[in-house]
DNA sequence: CATGAATGAGAGTTCATTCAT
DNA sequence: GATGAATGAACTCTCATTCAT
């Protein structure tokens, strides 16, 4: 068999697994309205009514792929974690891991920026942190989803991580700077998203890098 | 009459002088209500509806004391700003301004000190800031209201711009460094808020200090 | 089977054509309830939760059928214009269109008398006209559907245009009479409804029928 | 006592005289604020609120000079009748009653207009009218003052009716055509006040002139 | 006479969610 | 799996009116 063919043919599945296939892709397909409505709208504006209208469903289907509206942000979430692990590994793709002292001061630079960039840029995915940070604990989310939430947060970080450890941080330090970093820049996409930032007549991805060369800095102190 | 029977009696007002003072304790009695309200059951929880029963009233006779909701948060926002205040001066109250070196150093330890525990001992006064930051502008919020507010968060970071001043920083050093702590401050303090923190193993204060410590370093290397 | 037999079988329907006809239905069965109110209580005493009580309804649940209270109105009006068609043509059966000079006369008078008298007798149809004639156009009413309902009325007061020309009148003329005409009518209707015409003794009817036989000479003369 | 000092000196009145004065002044007073508020902001607008912030008063004064909401509208439409007849008279002033058959023609005219003119220059004094003609009748209005309400319509088409008669007509004619015009200026005016008359493309003025005309040949052909 | 405070009833509307079919 | 129908609990806000002071 030709490998074009090979391509161009579905892969026979059993019953059960074509069902779980379709089913799946009935759920992107639910996703991909709620992240079109999400980015468009906003918090405010995203109902399951208006998830369900743009895809095409009522209101009632949305709840046979999804068990609340919080489940269907938490997916969202999800997606968006992923998008964000993706902006990172493709900014450190030609090195992926640092070898020596410079490859890893240039991967905590490309690392960093890359996150921060990635929430400065699509600002509703900062939107669907926060809401994730915020009220939702209660239901909706298991706290095995939280973890693995979490866990796909920290990928993103790992690379700064990674490199800071290069550079000659222990393990301890390296984990306190890395928070640190992420508060940071967590911090300052608050203050621009939300406007506050202007108080200062400051922008926060000058503030950041000045971070990032600070950061550089102490770290080859800590190596010296 | 001796002078302290006279500072018993109560002072002598006119009539409507008088009526003002009551209809202010009044409304700082909803007030007081809708802060008892939104620290218990936070934003989601608060409704006009529930503020008027904690205070005794009907939901109609909250709109004698405010137009809106919206005007409910913007003046509990108001109101804790002013604890915010009230908390960074107190720290500083044995040395108003610094006088030397050490006094800056000392300020600046304090003040930033202040403002981050104010806002990590009380995190619903986060809330609601971030309410203000967030949704707020489109209605009840007029620009002079919001300008009013800003002004005041200003002012509890001044203390914290001036001892940096007091070190050397030039005007602009000390605009991007006191803002780049409030962003920092404020990304902890998320953290924090939202237990994301937890995902490091750190605290957010041990952290706060670390920053304020590098700060201090900087400003020491910046004068000398 | 014999063909009454067939009569009595209701129509099979597909799944999607009976579900449409039954929405059809409960959307109907909510504007009985609606109209009920209206007829009962009148323009102030008609709320969504007056009408969704009689319907059997929550309040929420007429959102199902009606995007606005508005809408509700105008679907009243809609049909009442309907009725006052159907009394108008019901009383033109027999002679549907005039054939010569004494079947136009008769036309005139019939329709003209058809018209005034369902509104003389159904007072509530002249209230939900004046609705329509009032506040309603902000929002609710779409122009469209304005235009539709304004149709509906002139296609009531058709036939008495259409006699007036086969009584000689030109376009022009026919024209401004039968606007006359109707503001004569409601003009009528409006001082019998709201009890001023017994100031002035009179009754509208009487009136009316006074005006209409000064028109029919009119058109005798204008024909001579 | 020269005749300036006269007009300058208020009049001496006793206590209790004095008071009813003054109580009417701020009676007026808050109707001048009434009608300032129904003119600008219509019906719907209209509040006891409005109107006491407008007179300076809070909204619980108006009750020392109003039984309710109603009442205030009944005074307001008395003061429009008022308005109504003075616009009446002046029209007529010249020659205040018709001495022959070609002054008689000629008031019917002009009072006729006049009283149309008015309503159509002035749409307010028309809703104010509709007002009491509709839903006003359970409570707020005495049958007295419904009465004196009526008295003021009915001299302001008093002249008309008096042309009619000294044109020949009978009382009893004279009272059916003065009914009838007064109906179809109604219908007229509410045609063209609801926008409702551009469906006929037509102008209510002119329908009214010749609605005036044709009155006019039949009261000369009755005298013939 | 006027105030200031408050009532109470009610308005229209929204929305996540449930569930029989 | 999906629908269509409906729930029910909220929501903010408005207003005429009352009444002690």
Do not use: C, W
């Amino acid at each position: 068999m030709p490998r074009t063919a090979a391509l161009a043919t579905p892969p026979r599945l059993t019953r059960p697994a074509r069902q779980k296939t379709m089913s799946d892709a009935r759920r992107q397909h639910v996703l991909d309205a709620a992240r079109a409505v999400f980015f468009e709208l906003g918090l405010e504006g995203t109902s399951i009514r208006e998830i369900a209208q743009r895809a095409g469903y009522t209101p009632g289907a949305i709840y046979s792929y999804f068990a609340s509206k919080e489940e269907v942000y938490a997916a969202l979430l999800g997606e968006s974690l992923e998008r964000l692990n993706a902006a990172v590994q493709e900014a450190l793709a030609p090195t992926p891991h640092p070898d020596d002292r410079h490859d890893a001061r240039r991967q905590l630079q490309l690392a960093a920026q890359a996150f921060f960039s990635f929430y400065a840029d699509n600002p509703r995915d900062l939107d669907l942190g926060f809401y994730l940070f915020q009220g939702m604990q209660p239901r909706g989310l298991t706290s095995e989803l939280d973890e693995q939430l979490n866990r796909r947060l920290r990928d993103a970080l790992a690379p700064v991580q990674e490199a800071l450890q290069a550079l000659g941080m222990t393990d301890t330090e390296a984990l306190a700077e890395v928070t640190a970093l992420f508060a940071h820049a967590v911090g300052l996409l608050v203050l621009s998203h939300t406007g506050r930032i202007r108080m200062f007549r400051q922008k926060s991805s000058e503030l950041f890098s000045a971070y990032l060369r600070q950061l550089d800095e102490r770290a080859q102190g800590r190596s010296a």
